[in-house]
């Protein structure tokens, strides 16, 4: 079928757990020189939901101490607590906990259970046993996983709101390394798919969307920028412009020139 032939995409919003988002980026607060940038990129980043590692960050456990929240106040922003630290189901599960007391009853998660300190990917077997107990436990949750597309199928049928594959390992920069993971992923879902890890730049945050993504979650692309606010300036517009163009239709991949002036009709 060419690209002539096929039918148009068409554009649906983004909504998790209900609610619908008009930005696709997702952002994180650490790794900011000061709470001022932290503010100043999100702000330009036009993102609506911003991740908080609670077990590094403070919502309130620690009164005595600068509280995250009086520059990213909850009533602006959707937060999504994330387990990031977490190496087991028992401490993933007791941090969500812990967010949901601290935040009035927030429910929305961000689930993650590490393997190991050097590449942090995700414990897949602790993972899936957690999301479980979270999903029962009446959380909605945005589960960190690898881009296995059979593990991603299983956390959407446990009843997970959105599935995050890796693109690369956090915080490496690495970009987009296997797309094809990612598409059948994409492909076979019926809840948001969020690349989460391993963008590093624009073109890797235009690379995932063009996938078919619902969105991107990124952290230390931005702030690990020389300019993390104008990086958060750029990251925006390559979700905005990878997102049309998925929605365009590239066209087909040839082996050989076309012209783009037809020759029929010439005057010669």
Same mark, same amino acid.
């Given at each position: 079928?060419?690209?002539?032939?096929?039918?148009?995409?068409?554009?649906?919003?983004?909504?998790?757990?209900?609610?619908?988002?008009?930005?696709?980026?997702?952002?994180?607060?650490?790794?900011?020189?000061?709470?001022?940038?932290?503010?100043?990129?999100?702000?330009?980043?036009?993102?609506?939901?911003?991740?908080?590692?609670?077990?590094?960050?403070?919502?309130?456990?620690?009164?005595?101490?600068?509280?995250?929240?009086?520059?990213?106040?909850?009533?602006?922003?959707?937060?999504?607590?994330?387990?990031?630290?977490?190496?087991?189901?028992?401490?993933?599960?007791?941090?969500?906990?812990?967010?949901?007391?601290?935040?009035?009853?927030?429910?929305?998660?961000?689930?993650?259970?590490?393997?190991?300190?050097?590449?942090?990917?995700?414990?897949?077997?602790?993972?899936?046993?957690?999301?479980?107990?979270?999903?029962?436990?009446?959380?909605?949750?945005?589960?960190?996983?690898?881009?296995?597309?059979? *593990? =991603?199928?299983?956390?959407?049928?446990?009843?997970? $709101?959105?599935? @995050?594959?890796? +693109?690369?390992?956090? &915080?490496?920069?690495?970009?987009?390394?296997?797309?094809?993971?990612?598409?059948?992923?994409?492909?076979?879902?019926?809840?948001?798919?969020?690349?989460?890890?391993?963008?590093?730049?624009?073109?890797?945050?235009?690379?995932?969307?063009?996938?078919?993504?619902?969105?991107?979650?990124?952290?230390?692309? *931005? =702030?690990?920028?020389?300019?993390?606010?104008?990086? $958060?300036?750029? @990251?925006?517009? +390559?979700?905005?412009? &990878?997102?049309?163009?998925?929605?365009?239709?590239?066209?087909?991949?040839?082996?050989?020139?076309?012209?783009?002036?037809?020759?029929?009709?010439?005057?010669?």
């Amino acid at each position: 079928m060419t690209s002539e032939t096929a039918p148009l995409k068409q554009d649906k919003p983004l909504i998790i757990a209900g609610k619908t988002y008009q930005s696709r980026l997702l952002v994180g607060t650490g790794k900011y020189r000061n709470n001022e940038e932290t503010r100043q990129a999100i702000e330009t980043s036009g993102a609506e939901i911003i991740t908080i590692a609670v077990r590094r960050t403070n919502i309130g456990q620690n009164p005595d101490e600068p509280n995250l929240l009086d520059i990213l106040p909850p009533d602006q922003y959707t937060l999504l607590p994330n387990t990031a630290g977490c190496y087991t189901v028992e401490d993933a599960v007791r941090t969500c906990r812990l967010a949901r007391e601290l935040l009035d009853g927030h429910s929305l998660v961000k689930l993650e259970v590490l393997g190991d300190e050097k590449t942090l990917f995700p414990d897949i077997t602790a993972t899936l046993e957690a999301a479980e107990i979270l999903v029962k436990d009446g959380f909605d949750v945005m589960v960190y996983t690898s881009d296995d597309p059979l *593990i =991603a199928k299983r956390l959407e049928n446990i009843g997970c $709101a959105a599935v @995050m594959p890796l +693109a690369a390992p956090i &915080g490496s920069g690495l970009g987009i390394r296997n797309p094809y993971n990612i598409l059948t992923i994409v492909e076979n879902a019926n809840v948001p798919i969020i690349v989460d890890a391993g963008v590093g730049t624009a073109s890797d945050a235009a690379i995932a969307m063009e996938l078919g993504c619902d969105g991107i979650l990124m952290n230390t692309a *931005i =702030a690990a920028a020389q300019n993390p606010v104008l990086m $958060a300036s750029a @990251m925006k517009k +390559a979700i905005e412009g &990878g997102r049309e163009a998925f929605l365009a239709g590239r066209m087909p991949r040839k082996r050989f020139a076309s012209a783009s002036s037809p020759i029929e009709g010439l005057f010669f």
